[in-house]
């Protein structure tokens, strides 16, 4: 690592021209969807998506999801059978994955898949996700843009904080609106299977396309990385479901919190208690709470409802145990970092 640090370069059409031709030559690109920031490579280059696995510091059995501009370029390199056209229809360009087989022919990397002959598609909605996928003209794989096991980006700045010059550019966006990764669906058997909960409820889906499975979710064999027990970690612990916090603790509080106890140092996911406002500020409160010198972090109970399964599903890996093969101390360069 050197203290050089990544372009954050604006969404000007220029800007755009020019992460696209960063992303057609084979360089690391972060960029803003309506989730959280994306590092994004060119898809089809052994090459870049192996410096994604190397940017990240993930381990290698977690394939990545392939974004894509719109359905017709999820058909090029995905096989869509009526279930997944019609949650396209519905919820795309938006925060829903669906895993699908992959077409051969599509030239995809094969480690996108990480060796399974399925492969996750998205269509972003945020409109600079949209014009930089048009601008690169090629499927860009794209996990979170942060060290493998931390918290997710939903702002540039913690891009950079995260990854550093393993990075060669931001394209900024701001603020990530949802705040918590898409929804991921497997449709590769017969039986459709939640493999990440998120924005997309999974009544919406079943509205659409009947009965799905939950994950069995056995973090030795992850199908997702967010099925790794320890993910989403903070540096400092998690205790989940508190009702006050001691003096040493920060206090992550949501809802009215004016008379409840504790906490050297709060943030409020929201105040008007709206899961939707939480899940935006979830990621960012939890990087500002762990720079607090606090001993640890108390985080009050959410409500296991709507967006609050996927705010849950996040605090619950955040919070477990953190073993050396899951690497979670990914605070990387951030702890060099004075910002904020
Ligand atoms: O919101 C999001 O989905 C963000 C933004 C950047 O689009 N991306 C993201 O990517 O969260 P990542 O790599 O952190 O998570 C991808 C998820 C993982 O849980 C991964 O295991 C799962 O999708 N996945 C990808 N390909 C798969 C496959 N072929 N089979 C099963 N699961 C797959
Ligand atoms: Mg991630």
């Known amino acids: 690592m050197t203290d050089k640090h990544p372009d954050i370069i604006p969404a000007t ?30 898809a089809t280059d052994d090459r870049a998506v192996a410096a994604i696995f190397a940017a990240k510091g993930r381990p290698q059995f977690n394939p990545l999801i392939a974004h894509v501009p719109d359905l017709e370029s999820a058909e090029a390199i995905a096989v869509l059978d009526e279930r997944a056209v019609e949650l396209a229809h519905q919820f795309w360009p938006g925060p829903l994955t669906l895993v699908l087989p992959r077409r051969a022919e599509a030239g995809l990397s094969l ?53 550093g010059d393993r990075v060669s550019m931001v394209v900024a966006g701001g603020k990530c609106q949802v ?8 449709l590769t058997g017969e039986t459709p299977v939640l493999l990440r909960p998120g924005a997309v ?3 919406e889906i079943e509205r659409l396309i009947g009965p799905i499975q939950l994950s069995a979710g056995n973090p030795d064999a992850p199908k997702s990385p ?33 008379f409840i106890r504790g906490g050297k140092a709060r943030l409020n996911l ?4 709206d899961l939707n406002e939480a899940a935006a500020n979830l990621f960012a409160h939890l990087r500002a709470l762990d720079q607090e010198g606090a ?16 705010i849950n599903d996040r605090l619950r890996r955040a919070a477990a145990p953190r073993s050396q093969k899951t690497g979670t101390q990914g605070g990387g360069p951030a702890r060099q970092n004075n910002r904020r």
């Open 111 to 163: 480690l996108v898949s990480a060796g399974l002959d399925s492969v996750a598609v998205r269509v972003p909605a945020h409109p600079v996700a949209q014009a930089l996928l048009k601008a690169a003209g090629k499927p860009i794989a794209a996990p979170s843009a942060n060290r493998s096991g931390a918290v997710s980006p939903t702002a540039p700045h913690h891009v950079i904080e995260s990854l």
């Open 270 to 273: 929201s105040l008007q208690g």
């Open 201 to 203: 409820l999974r009544e």
């Open 226 to 258: 967010g099925q790794l027990e320890s993910h989403y970690a903070p540096n400092v612990p998690v205790r989940l479901n508190a009702t006050s916090a001691e003096e040493d603790e920060a206090f992550l509080t949501f809802g009215p919190d004016r």
């Open 13 to 42: 059409p220029a800007g755009l021209a020019r992460a696209g031709e960063a992303l057609r030559k084979g360089d690391l690109v972060a960029f803003p969807t309506e989730t959280v920031y994306g590092l994004g490579g060119d």
């Open 179 to 186: 705040g918590v990764e898409s929804t991921v669906l497997d």
């Open 295 to 310: 001993r640890a972090i108390a985080v009050m109970p959410i409500p296991d409802e709507g967006l609050g399964v996927a």
